[in-house]
């Protein structure tokens, strides 16, 4: 049987777990021809990509990498710079401890810490949202304001800089995939160039205020290691990828969270009635719709076997995350949403040395922003239309528009 993988196609937007399904069964190690990328598939082999120490983050060691020639043309510099430094980029011993020392302010008990301005920003942000009276509202547009805003609120970022964040953010994420055109490429590195220049005047103001707040960025900056501290280019490295995160992870994930609960109306009822279903509805509606595409990068250091198939040193091997979280082998009747599913081995923010710094912070926006949504203040949404998924989109399946009419409950904008 002929198997074309065509993850640009609208079908596979709206529904790829057909593909992902025959993937699974027939050719768990895939190679999409392409991409010249091998594609992973089942979830064991998943958490082996995860954390194989022959497969780097650094997309410098794909085979196909333009190479040191790329960050050297005019306009590519500041791209350079930051990714010189960054997380997936160092050395084994530094990326350990730039972790270590970023840790510290993102720990589980740091992020309860942040539970009230979190919820302060989602209320700020629904009151916004439906100010105008509208009996439907795009929940993309709830969603999209939601983590960008609480990790300029922890950085301290001021408002004039913030829509340069979100710029810097959107060409982060679009500059660790393969395979990009010439001028895609440009558009990355003018958001990168842009967004250093945020990074210095942040950093730089904060580090000579005698009497700074006690913020996030403060925390970083004061971090200490022993006789280490982070340096500047450290520390624009890890905002680079907070930002990241927050910019567009908890975006999508919050708005797959809506949808699928608003299919369901049996668990969300049952959400609302225990509140204490929240971490695990959030889990399962990572599980259950993921919103990526392609998946996971990673670039092989040398030859090796990977579930029995050959790697060649610099292929581009991808791990389909939505594929494995509905792998029968690891999770049982996977096609069912079920916010009980006990102990879900949710690989969402990753595994190993990798797994994702934010990943705390991220499940508690998007634990803040559907408790406020549909448990407290608009208990009776419903879905308005089908969902518009961005299917031109290279790396995800972003919701544009998700029309949900949220009826009067008490959802009137707060004086």
């Known amino acids: ?20 399904a025959w993937l699974r069964t027939n050719a768990p190690v895939y190679h999409w021809e392409k991409r010249d990328t091998l594609l992973l598939s089942r979830l064991e082999d998943l958490r082996t990509f995860l954390t194989h120490e022959q497969l780097s983050t650094d997309i410098a060691d794909w085979e196909h990498h333009p190479g040191g020639q790329l960050f050297e043309q005019p306009g590519f510099e500041a791209w350079g710079s930051i990714i010189a430094t960054s997380l997936f980029q160092l050395p084994p011993a530094d990326h350990a401890r730039v972790r270590k020392l970023a ?53 301290g970022v001021p408002s004039q800089m913030r829509a340069g964040f979100r710029e810097f953010g959107l060409a982060a994420i679009r500059s660790v995939q ?128 990977l579930a029995g198939v050959p790697v060649r040193k610099g292929q581009a091997v991808s791990g389909l995350m939505g594929a494995a979280l509905r792998d029968p082998n690891g999770y049982a009747d996977p096609d069912r949403f079920d916010i009980h599913r006990e102990n879900v081995a949710n690989l969402t923010f990753g595994l190993g040395r990798h797994f994702c710094l934010g990943a705390n912070l991220a499940r508690t926006e998007m634990m803040k922003a559907i408790e406020i949504l549909l448990i407290e203040r608009f208990p009776h949404a419903t879905l308005a239309g089908e969902p518009v998924i961005d299917h031109h989109n290279p790396i995800m399946r972003p919701i544009d528009n998700l029309p949900v009419r949220l009826g009067a409950d008490q959802g009137k904008a707060k004086a």
């Open 1 to 20: 049987m002929h198997f074309d993988f065509d993850p640009d196609s609208e079908s596979f937007a709206y529904d790829p777990y057909p593909a992902y």
């Open 103 to 155: 840790s510290v302010a993102l720990t589980p008990r740091a992020v309860r810490a942040m539970e009230g301005a979190v919820r302060a920003t989602v209320e700020r942000t629904l009151d916004d949202l439906i100010a105008n009276g509208d009996e439907v509202v795009n929940i993309r547009d709830f969603t999209e304001t939601i983590p960008l805003t609480v990790i300029c609120d922890l950085f």
């Open 178 to 305: 393969p395979n990009l055109d010439p001028a895609v490429l440009s558009e990355i590195a003018n958001g990168f160039t842009q967004g250093k220049v945020l990074l210095e005047q942040l950093i730089e103001a904060r580090r000579t205020d005698p009497n700074p707040p006690a913020d996030l960025l403060t925390r970083l900056i004061e971090a200490r290691d022993e006789a280490h501290r982070l340096s500047t280019a450290e520390l624009m490295s890890l905002i680079f990828a907070l930002i990241t995160a927050g910019s567009d992870t908890t975006v999508h994930g919050t708005c797959y969270a809506v949808f699928t609960l608003l299919r369901h109306p049996q668990a969300l009822a049952e959400l609302q009635a225990d509140r204490s279903l929240l971490r695990s509805t959030i889990e399962e509606t990572l599980r259950w719709d993921s919103f990526g595409k392609i998946g996971l990068f990673r670039y092989a250091l040398s030859d090796f076997e």
